[in-house]
């Protein structure tokens, strides 16, 4: 499934090379030496972006966070063949200052400018040990005004990220936008669990992605995957090739596959996950106005889950199932989930151990559940959806273990 970019990214990841090539012969860009100061008071935007203009492009350089300090900066723009190192116990924080983020139109929708955007750039580098700080609080009180991301990737390539820890995001924490062949390892992304909308990593209509070795803990999705706004005029691009291995999801809303998938999401494999007090687990989302003929070919593996919520959440529905469920016209935002595999997962501590739910017109098909055993206090819920099961269990404290509701077809018991 991984394409040829991303075993160039991995090979490059193992000889211990940035994109911006060989570090020892590299130029060196400090931003101190461009007159930034690191007080955690001064802004020191103008001197990052100076040595981000002087060692990206031709001189593929690396531009250093250093000095164990707190650089606050206001949005910053990356550019192509350029590495951003943050030094271990160093910090680059966005300003508190919400009149330093301007308006901007960002994936079809009103946005601010995220303090890190790379538009159509490629071979771009941020690692390091140090600290990404969005210092969001003071926006998560108003979520339903435009807010800034903090690390937005418009239409760039080969692009690597490991070793920093990404926190405190306004919302959206790093959003890969019609991306491809991108990695993140070796990573934190935190957010607290009150925090509006703070999503961890949301690859949209991106492709070849690679996540592996993150720590991931949220006020909403640990991962989303994306495509579409709701209601889209079209047409949109699909997300596809996504690798997601061995990560710790903690608090958050789970790895979710949606809900805005109007362009299709294809080939998602995600294997060796811990979710640990997370709402969700496995999450396959959306809704008749934002949908897509060609969702599926997932595969979940090897994933263990402690006290969270649901830990498998597939519907068509969003944000939740109404209580009376009737058959509708089938449209171009119709979602139509196929091909699913979840295998080899356990999940103890849940509050209800599954819902699975199509729509009366666009079943959920061709589900296999392999070796799957879930505990909880309610059972799993099933509706309008063909379902293989092979060593399928669920163990309900209260109710029945499995309700099979309208339309389920296959072994289901």
Known sequence: MMMKPMLRNALLI???????????????????QYGAKGDGATNDSIAIQKAIDDCSGTHQGIVSLDGRVVYVSSPLILKSHMTLRIAEGTTLA????????????????????ALLTATNAEDVTIDGMGVIDGRGESWWDKPHDPRPRLIVFDHCKHVHMSGVTVENSPMWQIVPYYSDDMTFTNMKVLAPQSSHNTDGID???????????????????????????????????????????????????????GSEIAGGVQDVRAERIHFKGTDQGVRVKSNRDRGNAAIGHFVFRDITMEDVRTPILISEFYPKVPDTISEEKVTRLTPMFDDITIENVTATGARQAALIVGLPESRIRNLKLIHVHLYGEMGAIVQYADVSATDFTVTAAHGANVQIGAGVRGNLK
């Open 14 to 32: 193992a000889a211990g090379v940035g994109f911006a090539g060989n570090a020892c012969a590299a130029k060196v860009c400090a931003v101190r």
């Open 94 to 113: 966005g300003s508190a200052d919400h009149a330093d983020y301007p308006d901007k139109e960002e994936f079809k929708d009103k946005g601010k400018q």
């Open 203 to 257: 690859p949209f209509s991106s492709s070849n992605i690679v996540i592996d070795h993150l720590t991931i803990d949220t006020g909403d999705d640990n991962v989303a995957i994306k495509s579409g706004q709701p209601d889209s005029p079209g047409p949109d691009a699909p997300s596809r090739h996504i690798v997601i291995t061995d990560c710790t999801f903690l608090h958050g809303h789970g790895l979710s596959i």
